[in-house]
């Protein structure tokens, strides 16, 4: 089964501050997503990557950046931290085919205070 | 643009009932469609996809989905919920390659 893992589970952090969210695929999976999570609007794609040193905008790129040093590490990183950002973030990584399914990590809980 | 809707937020079912939670979906491209479950504090994981073949598509737990093209529906199916099935569940459609846009997502409750 493929892993996917997220770090930290749980962050809290200050209005205008920086947060790094870091994720890690043991899969050789090319392809890596971040997703937040929120009640009434599922998931929302925030950026992805196909591969090292690729990051693409995904449907909500706004106030967040993206880092892809290696194939294993995915980051992604809010420069300047809003309470609009507080949120469940998931990880997830798949194979380089359409039709391929995604594994996802157990989560990150932000607040922004 | 493929767009995906849940049209149902919540479901209620007692133990060893069937149940049918609903996925519409919008076409733009060639199909692809999948569900997802997540459990409580935990990450999503998949339960079963179409993209050719065959309209009834099997998965794990003895869950079941049928594409239908003149409905642009793909619902999820199970004969017999157990209690451990409570979760919720996401409908997903490739929005671009190697891209999914998931739906809202439907809160499954079993009752014993």
């Known amino acids: 089964e493929a892993a996917v893992t997220q770090s930290p589970r749980n962050k809290v952090a200050v209005t205008g501050g920086k947060v790094t969210l870091s994720c890690n695929q043991t899969n050789n999976h090319n392809n890596m997503y971040w997703y937040r999570q929120d009640t009434g609007h599922g998931l929302r794609l925030i950026h992805y990557s196909y591969g090292a040193g690729s990051t693409e905008k995904g449907d909500i790129p706004d106030g967040y950046k993206a880092s892809r040093p290696s194939q294993e590490n995915f980051s992604l990183i809010l420069e300047l931290a809003t309470p609009s950002q507080t949120s469940v973030y998931f990880c997830a990584s798949g194979q380089d085919s359409p039709n391929e399914r995604l594994f996802f990590g157990h989560g990150t809980k932000l607040s922004v205070l | 643009t493929q767009t995906v809707s849940q049209s149902d937020a919540h479901v209620t079912v007692f133990e060893g009932d069937s149940v049918e939670l609903r996925c519409n979906y919008s076409?733009?491209?060639?199909?692809?469609l999948s569900w997802y479950i997540q459990h409580h504090g935990r990450g999503l994981q998949f339960l079963l996809k179409?993209?050719?073949?065959?309209?009834v598509v099997q998965g794990v737990n003895g869950f079941e989905a049928e594409f239908s093209k003149s409905d642009s529906s793909f619902h999820l199916r199970k004969a017999s919920v157990h209690w451990s099935d409570s979760a919720v569940y996401f409908c997903?459609?490739?929005?671009?390659?190697?891209?999914?846009?998931f739906g809202k997502g439907t809160v499954l409750l079993v009752s014993p």
């Open positions: 179409y993209y050719s073949g065959n309209p």
């Open positions: 076409y733009g491209g060639s199909i692809y």
């Open positions: 997903a459609v490739r929005s671009g390659y190697n891209k999914l846009t």
